[in-house]
Structure formats: structure tokens, C-alpha cells
């Protein structure tokens, strides 16, 4: 016999050789059957890092750091890196599903430290469990999954998984199938969005199962239904150049999140896994005879936070958002309305020559909302918000142009001459401009009651002193632009 020392820790290591004289052979199918080596040492006690790693593992079950995806509780395996006996050195326990990832067997990697070893064997020690974090997942090296009883897997083969408590998916929908095919149906109520972030419900059910891309099959374990949440995704956060500036008044906007609850429990979906601009399927369990239904939840984060929950599938919120969150925030399709505007200048400047210029004021978007981006006379970018629940904020986008304007930042000293006009002839208060390069800007940020339904935008006749013009004259010869807010 030998003894090791490492790290404090006195470890007997006994020749299996020598336990085994004097006893007859093993089953073929016992625990003790199989051997695995590491760096071409025997493991000793194999059965038992398997046991020591499941029980590790049931923590992370127990407080839903993943969840089970398959027919049983998840087992530990060792991964086959070589010759048939030569394994890694970390177990790798599951399937699982890891909250937020796509619904494809998930594992869990549970390192093994070396706490002793001889010429002809090694001692190891389960360590704790590498659980990935929400939205990802881990794959065991090498070709084939092992255990101590003789069974294998490969775990590359895609295989029917059955979803357990805790279970939350989020998959791509990128077969675009129909509802009907699917055997879903509507879910034109579920809709929440900030300035930010809108998830907007295109299907739901709860399907016996379901099936995925990979053709293998995904149904509830024991006790749990099944529920299926299929979403349009929208981040303007990512896709509108306004919220992408570079230097921030204060802090940047910081991304909203979108969460699922089931009863107590409340899972946020990975930005990762959600799309620009898309669709996606959130798949997940419910416990048979839960009372409460679950609830979909988005928080505006920041100094302003908001949050706002609605139950799935009734769309019913539970929480008193302000009405501007309430509204659709944008139109189905962009605006178009133009103005025709005069615009005399005193003298030339670059090639626009001075006098009178035939111009439009044309109408390029909308949006209403609690939050917008604004550009400071500094050049850097401030989120605005309402100065009450009761209010809006209504963002009409344009561009200005005409017969060889003068090429010339102006903006900050136009911008008053830009006039949001409310039904009752009331002159909206401007909160804030975006510019760029033009004379005018391109985006007028007003704030209004949350009920306004249209708003007229067009320039406001009179003069302005530009440092590199002199005296500009504003003219009109139309009418503003009337907008339609209803929406």
C-alpha cells in the first residue's frame, strides 16, 4: 500500500489489485466493472465521484440554477477523451436545461481535483459544479459519455427531452411554421414595450409537445404542462442610430429586460438569445394546478426605472403603468406628409448662394413614448423623460430640404422655429432636439397630454440670426403636416 499527501489531506490509496485478490470477479454490469484512467492512472472509485457529483448537482436543481431534460434525474458521466479508458477530468452531469438557453441537452460540468496519486493510480476529489450561465450551455469534450455500470451515450445525437420544473427555453423561430401547424393559438393581448425594448405575443398554448428544429421531440415531465410563448422581438435600443450615440449626458441608457414568472419564480430571457429584430419561441413549465397564471415582465432600467407585468395569455396588466406605455408607441407604417417652405438667406455661404431658397418640411417618422433620446447643445445625448404619469412624449422626425441650402449645422439655433401645434391650437412644449449636419433638426421631441391623438408639425414663419448667414426669413406656402397619433 502507499499513502500520498497533497494539500493537507492524508489519502490511502490501495492497489485495486490487492482488494481484488481473493474475491471472486465482478458482475459485468457492477459498479466496479468499468475502468477509467486520467494521464494513464487508474481513477479509484469511480461509482463513487459519480454519486458525489449527482448529489452536488441536486443543489443547482433544487434552487433552479438549471433544470432536468430528460426522462429522470440527471446523472454524472465521465467523457471518453481517448483510448477506451482514458477519461477528462471533469464529470459531466445532465441533460439539463440551463434557463434562457435553446432546448438542446445542456450539461454541467463538475471539475475533479487530484488529491493523490501513485505510479498506478489517482485519487480524485468532486469539486463544485460549473453551472453556465443563464442563456448558455456546455457540450462534454470528447466522443462518447461513460459510466461505472457500463452505460454510454453520445450525447452529439439528438434525443426526445422532457422538461421538469423550472424549465425555460428560448429558441430562435427561424421555420417561421404557422400557429395552426404548431397548435397554437393567438396571443394578440400579450404586448409590453418601453423607448427601449418591445415584446409583442404572436401565438401561445399548451401543447401535449412540441417538436424542434433538430426533429426530436420536447414534452412536460410528470406533474408539469407545458406551455408555449411565441414573440416578436424588437430592440431600438440596437437598431435606431439615436440610441447608439457615442458620448452620454449622465449615464447611457442601460437595455431593458424581459422576465417570465411562474408563480414565485422569476426567470429574466438572455439578451443574447433575443433578436434585434425577430421572432423567437419561449417554451417552459408549469406546475399542474398552479392558481396564479404567469405573467410576462419588462423593466425600463436606469434612474427613471419603470416595471411593467401582464398575465400570459390574457394580456391583462398588473401593474399601473403610465399611459404613455400603454399606447403602441409607433405607427404600422411611417408617416409621410410635406410642407412647402420659403427659406431666404442674406448672403452665400460655400455654394448656396444668398437669397430666397424653395424648400419642404417633410415628415420621416413618429414615435410616442415615456423616454426619448435628445442631442444637447454640447453634442452629447441625454435620455428625456415625462414630467408626469398623464404626459407623453411625442418624437417627429424630419429633414428639411431645397434648393442648394446652405450645407451648415444649425440646428440648436433653428429649433424654435420648428412648431408642433396640439388640436386645440395649443403650442406643444418642446423638451428636446436631435441635429446633425442640416440647418434644421431632424427630430423635435414634445411633451403632451398621453390622450393626444394628432399633432400638426410645420415651420413657424419669421426670422432667425445664424452666425454664418445673418438674418435668415422662414416662410411658408402649405399647409403644416397633420399627424395622426391614434395608435
Keep these: 500500500m502507499s499513502l500520498t499527501v ?11 489489485l490487492a482488494v481484488a485478490a481473493g474475491c471472486s470477479a465482478p458482475p459485468a454490469n457492477s459498479a466496479e466493472s468499468v475502468e477509467f484512467t486520467v494521464d494513464g492512472r487508474q481513477v479509484v472509485d469511480p461509482h463513487q465521484l459519480q454519486t458525489e457529483a449527482e448529489q452536488q ?10 433544470s432536468s431534460a430528460g426522462a429522470g434525474a440527471p446523472l454524472c458521466w465521465f467523457a471518453r477523451t481517448g483510448s477506451t479508458t482514458q477519461v477528462d477530468e471533469r464529470l459531466w452531469c445532465g441533460p439539463v436545461q440551463v434557463p434562457g438557453s435553446p432546448p438542446s441537452n445542456g450539461w454541467v460540468p463538475v471539475p475533479m481535483k487530484k488529491v493523490g496519486e501513485n505510479p498506478g493510480q489517482v485519487q480524485l476529489q468532486v469539486q463544485a459544479p460549473e453551472v453556465p450561465q443563464a442563456g448558455n450551455r456546455s457540450t ?20 426526445d427531452r422532457t422538461a421538469g420544473p423550472n424549465f425555460v427555453a428560448v429558441m430562435a423561430d427561424t421555420e417561421h411554421r404557422t400557429n395552426a401547424e404548431l397548435g397554437l393559438d393567438g396571443a394578440d393581448a400579450v404586448r409590453l414595450h418601453d423607448d427601449l425594448l418591445t415584446v409583442t405575443g404572436t401565438g401561445w398554448g399548451h401543447p401535449d409537445s412540441f417538436q424542434l428544429p433538430d426533429q426530436s421531440t ?53 439578451a443574447e438569445r433575443l433578436p434585434d429584430s425577430g421572432d423567437v419561441f419561449v417554451l417552459y ?34 401593474s399601473n403603468d403610465p399611459a404613455a406605455l400603454r399606447r403602441t408607441g409607433q405607427p404600422a407604417q411611417e408617416p409621410t406628409g410635406e410642407q412647402q417652405v420659403k427659406i431666404t438667406t442674406g448672403h452665400g455661404y460655400g455654394d448656396s448662394p444668398g437669397g430666397e431658397h424653395a ?9 410616442v413614448g415615456r423616454q426619448r433620446p435628445v442631442k444637447l447643445d454640447s453634442g452629447r445625448y441625454q435620455m428625456v423623460t415625462t414630467s408626469a404619469p398623464d404626459k407623453a412624449l411625442v418624437e ?17 439655433l433653428t429649433k424654435d422655429s420648428i412648431e408642433l401645434t396640439l388640436p386645440g391650437g395649443e403650442r406643444a412644449k418642446q423638451v428636446g432636439i436631435r441635429y446633425d449636419g442640416d440647418l434644421f433638426p431632424s427630430a423635435v421631441v414634445v411633451e403632451v397630454p398621453a390622450d393626444t391623438k394628432s399633432i400638426k408639425v410645420g415651420l413657424r414663419p419669421g426670422s432667425v440670426k445664424l452666425p454664418a448667414l445673418g438674418e ?5 406656402s402649405g399647409d403644416p403636416v397633420q399627424l395622426n397619433l391614434t395608435f
Design 396 to 412: 417627429v422626425r424630419m429633414k428639411v430640404s431645397g434648393d442648394k441650402l446652405p450645407a451648415i449645422t444649425a440646428g440648436p
Design 6 to 16: 497533497r494539500g493537507g489531506a492524508v489519502l490511502l490509496l490501495v492497489p485495486l
Design 285 to 318: 413549465t408549469v406546475p399542474d394546478g398552479q392558481s396564479s397564471p404567469e405573467s410576462l415582465v419588462l423593466n425600463t432600467v436606469g434612474a427613471k426605472s419603470w416595471e411593467q407585468r401582464l398575465e400570459i395569455p390574457s394580456g391583462n396588466r398588473l
Design 140 to 159: 462534454p469534450v470528447g466522443d462518447r459519455l461513460l459510466r461505472t455500470d457500463g452505460a454510454s451515450l453520445d450525447p452529439k445525437i439528438p434525443a
Design 218 to 270: 420536447l414534452r412536460a415531465a410528470p406533474g408539469m404542462g407545458l406551455r408555449v410563448l411565441r414573440v416578436h422581438v424588437e430592440r431600438p435600443a440596437k437598431t435606431e442610430d439615436a440610441m447608439k450615440g457615442q458620448q452620454w449626458e449622465g449615464w447611457a441608457p442601460q437595455p431593458s429586460t424581459v422576465s417570465l414568472q411562474v408563480g414565485d419564480r422569476r426567470q429574466e430571457l438572455p
Design 57 to 66: 448537482l441536486s443543489y443547482a436543481l433544487s434552487f433552479g440554477l438549471v
Design 359 to 367: 424648400a419642404k418640411l417633410a415628415v420621416t417618422g413618429v414615435r
Design 472 to 476: 435668415v426669413a422662414l416662410a411658408t
